[in-house]
């Protein structure tokens, strides 16, 4: 990766030909040399790599699905199809010196680039956790990539926070906290709660006086209705800053109102997007202004989600990441399953200046749309737009929906406990109320404990919360 202070003011020419000269040679010196999967893909489907002269060739080649970086049954080992083999150390010294990227001469590979150092998973969040490994050159991109996210959010070494993301061998974790170490940034790791608990971190912000809360949505919300509860002050609180899960300019407008509510310092709130696939995350300057991309590193497609094929600058679609600047595992046009509402725009963000091209919108799930059947035919049931309303409405603290198999048809069950004080019974037939306008299949909505609901979407276990669960296939 290059000097931020350089690709962030680049011209979109400059980034373009960047881009070009990156992903030409990540196809001719890295995959089709040293990549097991995509070189074998190359062969089986008559892809000459010197015929790729930029990422205008890109739709040329074929989609990476998340199916295919899992284990197989009969080979658990599949995944490392997807990680670079290492260079001989005489590789280097035949290397042609006669690529200059950024006027730099290129020297062949460094093999210490390529050993492994650490192993990261996805979140399993809708699916099985995906195993990614890093070499110490991508963790000295991760560190580049929190360093960059940290300057787009406006924090520095005087920022006090408390890392509340789930402690997990996970980037979104790991980035935080070498994000606040390069910085040098007081920052506690508190590992969220599965490892401290929501109570004593609440305690831990009040005692450090720490103006930053760094956590899922989810979590974030919760903390902030049950802050009063544990008899804690947000006296000093500033900012709210959340990532890993879906949090739509519902939650932010929320986790505002909730700020106020409970006499926070300030009430800012900004989002970052956490992308397994792409070995890092990205940070919003303000939100709805788009989540800052690394150019260097990431390539960064939009496509209908349906077709595959490529959609305007701002129209909606599925992300789709390559790798330009990586070792270890190493993705080509990698469908990431991530519904971008806003689309990719390359235009200079209007807030920061910066110009690196920006993801717009709301990240929902293409796994949380379900078809349905009813007792007049199939239905479309949208799970994104369901938790878009749970998370607006002030008067739930925490909910979950199921949905079952009732005979010929299918059910939802909606599970929910209201904000202390609210009146159940209003709760449920306003919920259900409200709901019935969405679906078209048999509803029920009932309460429930607050423990029976945390426990069961996991809110101090899990990464994030689970909220919707399809019991058809059990």
Same mark, same amino acid.
């Given at each position: ?28 010196? =890295?995959?089709?040399? /040293? #990549? +097991?999967?995509?070189?074998? *893909?190359?062969?089986? @489907? ?6 790729? $002269? ?18 197989? =049954?009969?080979?658990? /080992? #599949? +995944?490392?199809?997807?990680? *670079?083999?290492?260079? @001989? ?6 290397? $042609? ?378």
């Amino acid at each position: 990766m290059q000097a931020w202070n350089k690709v962030s003011r680049m011209p979109a020419a400059a980034i373009k030909k960047m881009q070009d000269e990156l992903f030409t040679k990540m196809i001719r010196e =890295e995959l089709a040399v /040293r #990549h +097991p999967y995509y070189r074998e *893909l190359f062969k089986e @489907s008559n892809i000459n790599p010197d015929q790729i $002269k930029g990422v205008e060739d890109i739709s040329n080649l074929p989609f990476t699905e998340k199916e295919d970086l899992l284990p197989r =049954e009969a080979d658990l /080992r #599949h +995944p490392k199809k997807f990680v *670079l083999e290492v260079p @001989s150390e005489g590789e280097q010294k035949g290397k $042609k010196k006669g690529f200059a990227l950024f006027g730099k001469k290129d020297t062949g590979p460094v093999p210490s680039d390529y050993k492994f150092h650490t192993l990261y998973f996805s979140a399993g969040r809708t699916g099985k956790p995906v195993p990614f490994e890093y070499t110490h050159h991508d963790l000295r991109n991760l560190k580049e990539a929190g360093t960059r996210a940290f300057d787009v959010l406006g924090l520095t070494r005087d920022d006090t926070m408390i890392n509340a993301f789930t402690y997990a061998p996970s980037a979104f974790f790991w980035q935080m906290f070498y994000s606040t170490v390069e910085t040098g940034s007081t920052a506690l790791q508190a590992g969220g709660g599965k490892v401290l608990g929501m109570e004593k971190i609440l305690k831990a912000m009040d005692n450090m006086e720490a103006p930053v809360l760094v956590c899922a949505p989810g979590y974030a919300i919760f903390a902030l209705q049950t802050l009063e509860h544990f008899g804690f002050s947000a006296g000093n609180l500033e900012r709210v800053i959340t990532g890993i899960d879906y949090a739509p300019m519902e939650a932010v407008e929320k986790m505002r109102r909730l700020m106020e509510t409970v006499g926070a310092n300030d009430k800012r709130v900004q989002r970052m997007y956490f992308l397994a696939e792409a070995k890092s995350g990205w940070a919003e300057c303000e939100p709805d202004y788009g989540y800052h991309t690394n150019p260097d590193h990431i390539f960064v497609e939009i496509v209908d989600p349906e077709s595959g094929a490529a959609v305007g600058e701002g129209e909606a679609g599925e992300v789709v990441i390559t790798h330009l600047d990586s070792r270890g595992t190493v993705l080509l046009r990698c469908r990431t399953g991530d519904i971008a509402t806003g689309g990719l725009v390359t235009e200079p963000c209007p807030n920061c200046k910066r110009t690196v091209p920006r993801i717009m919108g709301d990240i929902e799930r293409k796994a949380y749309y379900f078809d349905l059947h009813s007792g007049e035919g199939p239905v479309r049931f949208d799970g994104n737009r369901l938790r878009k309303m749970m998370i607006a409405r002030d008067d739930v603290l925490v909910w979950y929906l199921e949905i079952n198999r009732d005979g010929n048809q299918d059910a939802l069950n909606l599970v929910v406990k209201g904000v202390s004080g609210s009146d159940e019974g209003e709760l449920l037939k306003s919920l259900e109320q409200e709901l019935k306008k969405e679906v078209a299949v048999p509803l029920t909505v009932e309460s429930a404990t607050l423990d029976a609901v945390a426990n069961k979407i996991g809110l101090e276990k899990f990464i994030t919360e689970q909220v919707i669960f399809d019991n058809r296939n059990h």
